[in-house]
């Protein structure tokens, strides 16, 4: 069956046992370094029919993390730049972050990365064989759109054949941008995806914030039997002065990058940066 500007595949209805944890619960022990292959594994890919689940995975620090634990593509280090920018410049939130977006949008691009756990791509694709529904949703850019799935491509990590542009949603990548909520987001997800609907829904996130938006949006949906909110932690604290150092190594070593150069040519926030950078030497 096929949907407007939504998900390609057959409809099936059969139910999954309700897992032992609930709606209201959030876990917090899942890790970087094989714990969420081994959490999908264990408690996720056992079931044999997964045609009425819904699998969000959240891209940064949840699938693919920076090369190096450098936290320069962080959701931590984005948030701190952006609390910088306001308080030095007196910006709102969405004039924040289309000031700083050029010079992260080229981090997003340009920092190499590796996958939080290497079985990643290989539990995706039995998740799918077996009728689940998985999604990447990022609050990366529009923009980032081809990018992402062009970087995520090279580690064979390949979501449901899911496309609506007019929401920035393309082979089950959905960028939301930094602007919306994740809860709000999810809500229009499952509208576009109507009128297939889901008993369970996972949702990985390395941001605490993301679960309870989602968690506190979905709360009422009568058709949900589960819901299992995963916090994806990192062992190594964030640290803004090594991370901004890591920023300024970055910036350095993509100055002969014509690519680079381009998407930051006179870019107001990435002079003030390499300005503060220069006085750092």
């Known amino acids: 069956m096929k949907f407007y500007c939504a998900l390609l595949s057959a409809l099936l209805v059969i139910i999954l046992p309700k897992p032992s944890f609930t709606a209201q619960s959030i876990r917090e022990n899942a890790t970087l370094n094989k714990d969420i292959g081994y959490y999908i594994f264990k408690e996720i890919s056992k079931s044999k029919d997964l045609s009425n689940t819904l699998i969000l995975f959240d891209i940064d620090d949840t699938l693919i993390t920076k090369e190096n634990v450098t936290f320069i593509g962080s959701s931590s280090f984005y948030d701190f730049m952006k609390a910088g920018v306001i308080n030095t410049h007196k910006l709102t939130n969405e004039a924040a972050d289309r000031y700083i977006k050029a010079l992260f949008n080229s981090i997003y691009k340009y920092l190499p990365v590796n996958l939080t756990d290497p079985i990643l791509p290989e539990l995706i694709d039995i998740l799918k064989k077996r009728g689940a529904t998985v999604i990447g949703f990022t609050a990366r850019q529009r923009a980032l759109l081809e990018n992402t799935i062009d970087q995520l491509a090279k580690f064979k990590i390949r979501f449901s054949n899911i496309t609506c542009l007019d929401i920035g ?25 109507k009128p297939k609907t889901f008993k369970h829904l996972v949702f990985f996130d390395d941001r605490q914030q993301n679960l309870i938006s989602v968690k506190n949006k979905l709360f009422s949906n009568k058709q949900l039997i589960s819901a299992n909110y995963i916090q994806i932690l990192n062992a ?12 300024c190594r ?18 107001s926030f990435t002079k003030e940066v390499y300005a503060k950078c220069q006085l750092k030497k």
């Not at 190594?236 to 920023?247: E, R």
């Open 250 to 267: 970055f910036i350095e070593s993509n100055q002969d990058n014509p690519d680079f150069k381009a998407d930051v040519l006179n870019d």
């Open 236 to 247: 190594i604290p964030f640290d803004s002065g090594l991370t901004f150092d890591s920023l």
């Open 169 to 193: 949603i393309k082979h089950g990548l959905y960028t939301i941008g930094p602007q919306m909520e994740k809860g709000d987001a999810a809500l229009k997800l499952l509208d576009l995806l």
